[in-house]
Structure formats: structure tokens, C-alpha cells
């Protein structure tokens, strides 16, 4: 479902571990507009808790938090 | 009188008195963990902790003072695991080891919590004790403040940790 939407932004946080997925969707919600959309991809099996916990304290939108081919493929939406 | 009823708000204090190697990577993972989900983060640091938010100079007025500034001088670069510390070579161990894993180094880590609007605060009590000034502290470093202080702030914070 994810693929077939297309995001605001492309956010790559391959290789990168806890706490770093979630602060660079946190730092990076601003450059989209309010309704807009982040498509990101991490390699933290650790991130598939952890952004879904984010969208929700921060009040925005997870669409969709997926593992593809060994990736986790998540679709956020700004909110606020 | 009745006491006014403290309102909780989406905020983190923290103690942070231990200067270990694994303690600090804690601390400051969920100080910018919190940062990043929204939360004000206030860090207290004392006693050992203060090394952390220390840049790489001398410290120490009287002689106990420098001879500290010595045996425990440095940056938090220096910071020693809690186990396996063996003179340096668990810290070398670790660095490798989570470098080979790719987890960001402690100085970067709170450099990042400073980005992202972390507030660290010496204690005002130790950092005489152990003479150290607020010029050895890295930019973005808060003036020192007491316990009343930290306490205020722990008080409407929805977290607590003591580190």
C-alpha cells in the first residue's frame, strides 16, 4: 500500500540504530505542510515499536509501518 | 492553605550523576528519544556526571581539586564502562564494538540533545566541590542551579529518571 503512495518525502535510515530513526522522522515532520506525508526506511527492527509510539505521543498520523525485504517501510503523516 | 495541585506536563527530568560509559549512553538516548517525541528534557547533572557536559581542559583550584581535575579530567570521550572497564580497555572495547554496530558516539549523542533543545544544568554544589567552573562546560550548558531547582522541575514532569 505504501508503494503505491507517493510521499512528501523520502527518508533513508538504513543503518542507523535506536534512538536515530525516530529523531530524524522527528526532525524532519517540519518540512513537510500539515497533512503532508514521510515515507521512510529503516534497518532497526527496533523502529517498527518505536515510530508507531512517536505518531502516537506527537499527535501525527502512522498510515502504514511495514516489513519489506527485510526493511521497515513507514508511512507518516503530519498532522499538527 | 491548601497546596496547588502541580499540573503534569509532557516533560522529562533527569539526574544524571553517574559518569559511566553505558549510564550516559542511556541518558542521553532517552533525553533525545523524549526530545524527539515532543517532551521538554531538563538534565541535572552532579557529581560524576559532570564530566559529561565537560569540554577537554583542566579543571582544579587547590591541590585535591587539580589532582581530581587529573585522575578524572577529560571529556566524555573518557567515560569508562560500569563493567569490564580495565584501565581503558573496555572503553575501547565498546567504542569498537558500537561503532561496528553503528550507534552513534556519546559526544555526538549529546551534542544532539543540545540541537534538539535539551536543557543541561550543572550542579552548582558539586561543581564546587569538585571545582570545576561553568567555563570548562561545552556551550549550551545552562548557569548551574540547586536542588530546589531540579526539584521544581521534576515536579511537573510527567517522567522522573535518576541516572
New interface residues.
Given amino acids: 500500500m505504501s508503494e503505491e503512495m507517493k510521499a512528501d518525502l523520502e527518508l533513508d535510515l538504513k543503518g542507523l540504530l535506536c534512538p536515530m530513526p525516530m529523531v530524524k522522522v522527528s526532525q524532519n515532520i517540519a518540512s513537510v505542510a500539515v497533512g503532508g506525508t514521510i515515507r521512510a526506511v529503516a534497518t532497526d527492527p527496533g523502529s517498527m515499536a518505536d515510530i508507531p509510539a512517536w505518531a502516537k505521543s506527537t499527535g501525527n498520523e502512522l498510515i502504514s509501518a511495514e516489513k519489506i525485504d527485510g526493511e521497515f517501510v513507514f508511512m507518516v503523516k503530519r498532522l499538527k | 492553605m491548601p497546596e496547588e495541585e502541580i499540573q503534569k506536563k509532557k516533560k522529562l527530568s533527569m539526574v544524571v550523576m553517574s559518569g559511566d560509559m553505558d549510564k550516559l549512553f542511556g541518558a542521553f538516548?532517552i533525553a533525545?528519544?523524549a526530545?524527539?517525541?515532543?517532551s521538554e528534557v531538563t538534565m541535572f547533572f552532579t557529581f560524576w556526571g559532570l564530566r559529561a557536559i565537560k569540554k577537554d581542559v583542566r579543571t582544579g583550584t587547590t591541590f585535591f581539586g587539580k589532582m581530581l581535575g587529573m585522575m578524572y579530567g577529560g571529556d566524555i570521550m573518557k567515560a569508562n564502562p560500569s563493567k569490564f572497564s580495565f584501565m581503558g580497555m573496555g572503553r575501547w572495547m565498546f567504542g569498537k564494538m558500537m561503532g561496528n554496530?553503528?550507534?552513534?558516539k556519546l559526544d555526538e549523542l549529546r551534542d544532539?540533545a543540545v540541537t534538539?533543545g535539551v536543557k543541561m544544568y550543572g550542579c552548582q554544589m558539586s561543581m564546587d566541590v569538585m571545582e570545576i567552573p561553568q567555563s570548562a562546560f561545552i556551550d549550551g550548558v545552562q548557569e548551574p542551579v540547586g536542588v530546589g531547582f531540579f526539584i521544581a522541575e521534576a515536579e511537573e514532569s510527567g517522567i522522573q529518571l535518576f541516572i
Fill in positions: 538516548i533525545n528519544g526530545a524527539a517525541m515532543g554496530h553503528n550507534v552513534a544532539l534538539l
